[in-house]
């Protein structure tokens, strides 16, 4: 069956350190993957996404990194900062509309 | 340009009442989704829908849940003789045009049933 699962569920790091959080599909056919970023009481909120045509991508201090051989996908996020702080699910989906989510990986970031 | 707006925020009902969870996508957005997220747990898709169409309604449990999203108006997804597992976050996310376009998410309906 399809399942998005994530490799860790807590990570902790310094502020100013960069941070990684993985995350692995099963379904091979997904084209399509996207990080939120869930803050307590709120809706999850659109990090970066990435197409199967691609292996990384890039905004503001975010990369996504897609391994379609491994079926893993990674986000980096450099110079964590407090603010980061939240939950992170990673989500993928296969022309269908509908996403298939990972469990999440809590983010703490120590000052 | 508001994003996508969901209410009530709250909502608290006692068993074998119904809840009604409405959503207005983002201005220009055609494409509505609903997810329900239980305590510590990941996102699970509920239904999918366009104006006046259920496109995919795979993870709606078969009784008691409906959704709609008509010409005019929020999406609503409704919930008759709630029980208390369906005491949950219920999110409802939109996108532009097609099925492979971001989805933008609310800030969720969080509903208690006593």
């Known amino acids: 069956g399809e399942s998005v699962g994530l490799h860790l569920p807590t990570l902790s790091v310094q502020e100013g350190d960069n941070s990684i959080i993985n995350c692995a599909y099963s379904n091979s056919a997904s084209d399509y993957f996207i990080w939120y970023k869930q803050e307590s009481g709120k809706g999850p909120q659109f990090i970066i996404d990435i197409r199967s045509n691609m292996d990384k991508r890039q905004g503001q201090r975010v990369t996504v990194l897609l391994n379609k051989t491994v079926k893993h996908l990674s986000l980096q996020i450099a110079a964590t900062q407090p603010g980061d702080s939240a939950v992170y699910f990673c989500?993928?989906?296969?022309?269908?509309?509908?996403?298939?989510f990972g469990q999440g990986t809590e983010l703490s970031v120590k000052p | 340009n508001a994003g996508v707006m969901q209410n009530p925020r709250h909502l608290v009902r006692r068993r074998g009442q119904e809840a009604r969870l409405r959503c207005s996508p983002m201005k220009g957005h055609s494409h509505v989704y609903w997810y329900r997220q239980l305590p510590e747990e990941g996102l699970k898709f509920m239904v999918y829908l366009q104006k006046e169409n259920i496109i995919d309604e795979s993870g709606m449990p078969k009784e008691r849940f409906s959704a709609e999203f008509p010409k005019e108006g929020p999406s609503i997804l409704r919930i008759q003789q709630v029980v208390r597992g369906d005491s949950a976050a219920y999110f409802c996310?939109?996108?532009?045009?097609?099925?492979?376009?971001?989805?933008?998410f609310g800030p969720g309906t969080r509903l208690l049933v006593l």
């Open positions: 996310a939109s996108s532009e045009r097609t099925e492979q376009e971001t989805q933008y």
């Open positions: 989500a993928e989906s296969n022309q269908g509309g509908k996403l298939i």
